[in-house]
């Protein structure tokens, strides 16, 4: 076994934050796959409960008969059952199809002190916790529960004497019914929340963590039981689950208050340790990935094989430097733009880093027109007019600059920049003699590699800033800058073929 098969058996929460699609979403976190029984339909959000629908439990039999017939379930999180028939069909399901690790959730009381179950469903529990491994009651169904074993242990009081009684109450229902019980400190005062696993001997072991202050905390029951379930499905131990699965339920509430999800109590952010250990998601590398198949088309045309092989025209290149140096003058124009500031709301400030290095590139633009392009052109196709693909590119930047948006145009200069650079890559070093060194050297500098590196990190700035649908406006003009730089690099051979 490499993933863990974990089956919840429990309510719904439609805003997501509770019940099943709680469990599954804490059984992902710790890579476990995912499945779900159905036992109540509940219509709640973040300010609570409107109405539970439960279904007929011969169809609730009939789902937990579809799961065990054809999948070996290695843990089972049992949650909200609600009523005593439900109960009864979990309870000698589970007697049939135990698997190794069972955890009860039992969902008795809300925290709003509400019961969730009634009398005789919570009678009928006995007989489900005494097949379970452990239970994970809160506060206040501890006390049901002590109630059940035949103890008064979990009486009101002050903080002290409650976490006291708590955990008389604990040892009670862990003797009685031979189980693991974990006695949460979440509802207790003070500036940690501790946990008590107590064992059935009585013995305890206290698992220390910080108080998150956030009033975000739906949920956090089921999605607490089903991280242990799953871990100790992958670990083998009670102490090691329980203790991974409260550092991660304390990353998930410390993450709960960033997820702004309704106004009510809201739930906690299962992903957030996760999200934390993953390398934050590169805008501009999806981008350039997205490309994939226009760069492959790109080195592989006519024009770039023939220069890296030293086979192409003079007079084709000569057409193609003809039609550089248009685009190079209106290029230039858009990354002097960049560089005082640009058009719409947020442009950078003149003096600033990003504008200093966008006013650079504009000049390296000039530069690269002086020494490159007129001396190789050297009156040759001087008076060319400008070529409809160049057109159709310079028409698209333009759009971008008009867009008034600063991102979305320095989106859509950024291909220039990484394009070149990555053909400069591909095409490696001109041996001496070569008909189209400098060209070729002039690809491959590191200084223009350095360059392009830099475009990317303030592109990337940009988009990270950016709102969804400005990015989005990012992304487009960046896809197609890399299909006119195709067209461009075809745009030479296609003429001349055509001649």
């Not at 909200?80 to 008795?108: K, N, S």
């Not at 992903?271 to 999806?286: E, F, H, I, K, N």
Request: proline letters at 4%; charged letters at 20%; a negative charge.
């Amino acid at each position: 076994m490499s993933v863990p098969r974990v089956l919840s058996i429990a309510g719904t929460d439609p805003t997501g934050g509770a019940g099943m699609q709680a469990d599954l979403k804490a059984i992902a976190a710790h890579d476990g796959y995912g499945m779900g029984v159905v036992t109540a339909l509940v219509a709640q959000n973040t300010h609570g409960v409107r109405s539970v629908h439960v279904p007929d439990v011969g169809f609730l039999r009939e789902q937990l008969d579809a799961v065990s017939d054809d999948v070996v379930v290695d843990a089972v999180k049992i949650g909200m059952l609600g009523t005593a028939g439900v109960v009864r069909v979990v309870t000698d399901w589970l007697r049939e199809h135990r698997p190794p690790v069972v955890v009860v959730d039992p969902v008795m009381v809300a925290t709003s002190g509400d019961r969730l179950l009634d009398e005789d469903a919570a009678s009928a529990m006995g007989a489900l916790f005494a097949l379970a491994d452990l239970v994970t009651p809160n506060r206040a169904e501890l006390v049901v529960l002590a109630e059940l074993a035949g103890s008064g242990a979990a009486g009101s009081g002050s903080s002290a004497s409650t976490s006291a009684s708590s955990l008389d109450a604990a040892r009670a229902v862990a003797a009685r019914w031979d189980v693991l019980v974990l006695a949460k400190g979440g509802h207790d005062e003070g500036p940690t929340s501790d946990d008590v696993l107590v064992a059935p001997d009585g013995t305890v072991r206290v698992f220390a963590g910080p108080r998150v202050a956030t009033t975000n905390t739906h949920g956090t029951g089921c999605s607490l039981s089903s991280a242990i379930a799953t871990l100790a499905a992958r670990l083998g131990d009670w102490d090691l689950a329980v203790g991974v699965a409260k550092e991660w339920l304390t990353a998930a509430l410390r993450g709960a208050d960033a997820l702004s999800v309704g106004t009510g109590n809201g739930p906690v952010d299962h992903g957030a340790q996760a999200r934390a250990a993953l390398p934050g998601l590169s805008y501009t590398d999806v981008w350039w990935a997205d490309a994939a198949s226009v760069l492959d088309e790109t080195i592989g045309c006519a024009f770039l094989v023939g220069l890296r092989d030293g086979t192409l025209e003079p007079e084709v290149f000569a057409g193609y430097l003809a039609q550089d140096v248009h685009y190079l003058r209106a290029y230039e124009r858009h990354l002097a733009a960049l560089g005082v500031g640009g058009p719409g709301a947020g442009a950078a400030a003149p003096g600033d880093a990003a504008a200093a290095f966008w006013a650079a590139a504009a000049q390296g633009c000039a530069d690269e027109a002086r020494d490159l392009h007129h001396r190789r052109l050297a009156g040759s196709h001087a008076d060319d007019p400008v070529h409809p693909t160049c057109s159709g590119y310079l028409a698209h930047l333009q759009e971008a600059a008009d867009s008034g948006s600063r991102a979305v145009l320095a989106a859509a200069v950024l291909p220039c920049f990484r394009v070149y650079a990555w053909v400069g890559s591909q095409l490696g070093v001109a041996p001496d003699g070569h008909a189209f060194s400098d060209w070729i050297t002039a690809y491959g500098d590191p200084g223009f590699a350095a360059s392009s590196a830099e475009a990317t990190r303030l592109v990337e700035e940009l988009a990270r800033a950016a709102t969804p649908d400005e990015r989005g406006r990012m992304a487009r003009a960046f896809r197609r800058s890399a299909e006119w730089e195709l067209a461009f690099f075809r745009m030479p051979t296609e003429a001349r073929d055509r001649g």
